[in-house]
Every structure is written in C-alpha cells, then in structure tokens.
C-alpha cells in the first residue's frame, strides 16, 4: 500500500508553518535569547568564581529584562503576531 497521500498534507502544512516563520526567526525573539544566554552565562560565572551571590541576582535580574524586552519588542511589531500562533 503507498501512503504518499497521507503523507503529503502533513509536509504541506509542515511547509506552510515554516513559511510563516513561526520558529521564532524574529529580531524580538532573537534579542530575547541573546540577552537570556548572557545572562545565564554570567550566572554560571558568578557560582563557579564564588559563589558570588550579588553577581548571580544581578544575572537573575538580566534574565527578567531579557525575557521583558522581548514581550515589549514582539509588543512594537518585531515580533510574530499573537494570531500566527493561534492557527497552529
């Protein structure tokens, strides 16, 4: 039995997914990650040279931002919009 029919809807909508970019390929998405990784990076740091607890809630605190700027860029339009992720 062939089941390229069966198949060939689901790599259509797998496509079409990808083609609107709903994988997080935005600026607000990308600045968010960018700012969490620093931040994480620098927590890391700051329990392996101490701990050095003021150093590691300041990385905390960076993480927060980071996340927030991103909420407030996807806000600005450099984000997806809430209705490309609604129909998936």
């Known amino acids: 039995m062939d089941n390229t029919t069966a198949d060939e809807p689901v790599q259509h909508e797998i496509e079409e ?3 609107a970019g709903l994988h997080g390929s935005t ?6 990650v960018v700012i969490v990784l620093f931040a994480f990076t620098l927590g ?3 329990m392996v040279i101490g701990p050095n607890w003021l150093l590691f809630w300041i990385s905390v605190g960076i993480a927060v931002a980071g996340g927030l700027v991103g909420k407030v860029m996807q806000l600005l339009g450099f984000g997806a919009r809430s209705s490309d992720h609604a129909a998936h």
């Open 17 to 19: 997914a990808h083609a």
């Open 27 to 32: 600026p607000a998405a990308w600045t968010a």
């Open 44 to 46: 890391a740091i700051a």
